[in-house]
């Protein structure tokens, strides 16, 4: 059984570039969630896809847009990047309406120069 | 804005002893809390969930949680250097799917052989 997949695993962009990751949740799930993680700090909610539709959203400008498509998988797209987009971006999954477990992808290192 | 403060360590503790890491947040409303670990370099992944005040057991980990003081804590009994991990409180934001998580900076636990 495959858990939360992400790629790329590593990424170099350039200041001003744009930036899509990808993320296929759990199998079973039907629920992602994006988290950004500064070094040294605890991850920030992002967004939350159910439905193919955005659900929450925590406090992330414009800059940041997300998809989900019927497979449940799910993209992140960072547009306009700056120095401080620089982290590690986790991908969350779990289900819907249920008091389960959110299962965490090994998150994307996006280091922006 | 939600709030989860912890303190960041390091926290130190020789092997075998018991090791306690604290957690406090702001909105008096929440109902479910969980503790992630993270080793440097890798995703969180989920030790314990609690929801009611309480203890909660579960093998060498138990969970504290008290709503009146808005307090949850996290005791590792037997520490073992491979507890060594950057410890992080994490609260819902919102109902609907345990994705949506604000969490603290973390504390990292050092466990001396």
């Known amino acids: 059984d495959a858990g939360v997949t992400q790629s790329p695993t590593h990424l170099i962009k350039t200041r001003g570039q744009q930036v899509t990751l990808r993320c296929s949740p759990k199998?079973?799930?039907?629920?992602v969630s994006w988290y950004q993680q500064a070094l040294g700090q605890g991850p920030q909610f992002i967004f939350q896809y159910y439905e193919e539709e955005e659900r929450q959203r925590g406090n992330f400008p414009d800059r940041f847009s997300g998809h989900q498509f019927p497979n449940y998988s799910s993209e992140l797209n960072v547009n306009a990047l700056l120095l401080g987009d620089s982290a590690l971006y986790l991908c969350a999954s779990s289900l819907w309406g249920q008091n389960t477990e959110a299962f965490f992808g090994q998150g994307t290192r996006l280091t922006v120069v | 804005q939600k709030e989860v403060e912890q303190n960041s360590g390091p926290l130190s503790v020789p092997e075998g002893a018991i090791a306690s890491l604290n957690c406090t947040y702001s909105?008096?409303?929440?109902?479910?809390f969980f503790w992630y670990r993270q080793y440097s370099g890798k995703s969180p992944e989920l030790i314990m969930s609690?929801?009611?005040?309480g203890d909660k057991e579960d093998g060498r980990f138990t969970a504290q949680l008290n709503k009146a003081s808005q307090y949850v804590s996290l005791l590792i009994r037997d520490s073992q250097p491979s507890d060594s991990a950057t410890y992080l409180c994490?609260?819902?934001?919102?109902?609907?799917?345990?994705?949506?998580?604000?969490f603290g900076k973390g504390t990292k636990l050092s466990v001396k052989p």
């Open positions: 199998s079973g799930h039907d629920t």
């Open positions: 609690i929801y009611s005040n």
């Open positions: 909105d008096r409303g929440s109902q479910s």
């Open positions: 994490a609260v819902e934001i919102y109902g609907g799917s345990q994705g949506n998580l604000i």
